[in-house]
């Protein structure tokens, strides 16, 4: 079975991915059409030289068809399994639900394809693990797409702690909360991995992860349900040092949007607007021992970076942050906040 269909790779005698380091640039499929795939792929794949987006499929073969007419998607595969099995595929984009992340993953990695997969990484910790664990045998890339990770702006946040300009960090708040009418949305659809969590409640529990590590414990939680599917969930966190955490994702909120990242010191503050899509103009203002400022921040996306980074994973092995081990502890954490809200991990 070809690891790269001939021109990228091949398999040594133990089943890993050799790199052929001659190699320009990566080839991707896409399972599905959902919306996302514009945003996070095809959008910055026109500026990203090295990557091309070769074909799609879909489960409605007419709308694949549309999409990829609509894109310049050359090839249309009729079925998700026409597509891993098409030799001039390198790398495969997992936009799928969340409860089938997974399922998919374990294909495309059966198949000897390094996959970016959207987060969350999989439902829940066991299936994570599980993913994980084929990855490191198959010596192919898993790559989880948080691409906030990968923009300057989370950077600059830790440059700030450590300069202590606010002196040292005590609390954070961080929220994202967007009303998501129910109906047929999948984040409404249990079976599907829906719930505000493993949405938009990612953005937040993953921001205070990369400033502070990861959690030491879970003090509380509290969900409100619709059909099983937490459409607010607020919990407190305790990180190293004694740093406590705030975090809530809601689905039915009050206002339009609230996107908020706050960092309160025992000798100021930081105020982050739009930390998670920080190129829809993000300000940083700082309010410590140096008297008060606002910054702004890089406006290239956060999904341009994101493909850059898993293309030089592919072709380089260069590392990446978002990788299957670190995917796994995000899982782990986000179990315990739902068993902090009395609620079982997602199917």
């Known amino acids: 079975m ?27 499929g896409v399972l599905g059409a959902a919306r996302i795939v514009e945003t996070a792929l095809v959008e910055p794949g026109h500026e990203v030289d090295g990557v091309v987006i070769g074909c799609i499929a879909a489960r409605d073969s007419h709308r694949a068809r549309a999409y990829a007419e609509r894109h310049g998607i050359p090839t249309v595969h009729a079925t ?18 969340a409860a089938l992340h997974a399922r998919w993953t374990l294909a495309a990695l059966d198949a000897g394809k390094h996959v970016l997969v959207e987060k969350p990484f999989t439902s829940n910790a066991r299936t994570a693990e599980q993913v994980a664990r084929a990855a490191a045998g198959a010596g192919t890339l898993v790559m ?45 659809d249990l079976a599907l991995g829906g719930g505000g969590l493993l949405d938009i409640g990612y953005y937040p529990v993953r921001a205070l992860t990369e400033l502070f590590g990861e959690p030491e414990d879970v003090l509380q939680a509290r969900a409100w349900l619709r059909g099983g599917v937490d459409r607010r969930l607020e919990a407190t966190l305790v990180y190293a040092g004694g740093v406590t955490g705030s975090i809530v994702s809601s689905m039915w909120s009050r206002r339009l949007v609230e996107k908020r990242l706050v960092i309160e010191g025992d000798a100021g503050r930081i105020r982050v607007s739009s930390p998670y899509h920080p190129h829809r103009g993000a300000r940083i203002r700082v309010d410590g021992r140096r008297g008060s400022r606002v910054e702004g921040t890089d406006r290239r996306s956060t999904y341009s970076y994101q493909l850059e980074a898993f293309r030089d994973a592919v072709l380089s092995r260069h590392p990446v942050a978002t990788d299957a081990a670190a995917a796994v502890r995000h899982a782990h954490t986000l179990d315990q906040l739902y068993a902090a809200a009395g609620l079982a991990p997602r199917p």
Not at 2 to 28: E, H, K, L, Q, Y
Not at 80 to 97: H, N, Q, R, S
């Open 2 to 28: 070809p690891c790269w269909g001939g021109a990228a790779g091949a398999f040594d005698g133990s089943r890993r991915c050799v790199v052929n380091r001659d190699s320009t640039s990566v080839r991707i």
């Open 144 to 188: 989880e797409a948080y691409h906030s990770h990968y923009h300057p702006l989370i950077g600059r946040v830790r440059d700030l702690l450590a300069s202590d300009e606010i002196g040292r960090p005590v609390s954070a708040y961080a929220s994202f909360c967007v009303p998501i009418p129910p109906g047929r949305n999948i984040r409404w």
């Open 80 to 97: 998700y399994e026409d597509l891993l099995a098409d030799p001039d595929v390198d790398a495969v984009y997992v936009p799928l639900p």
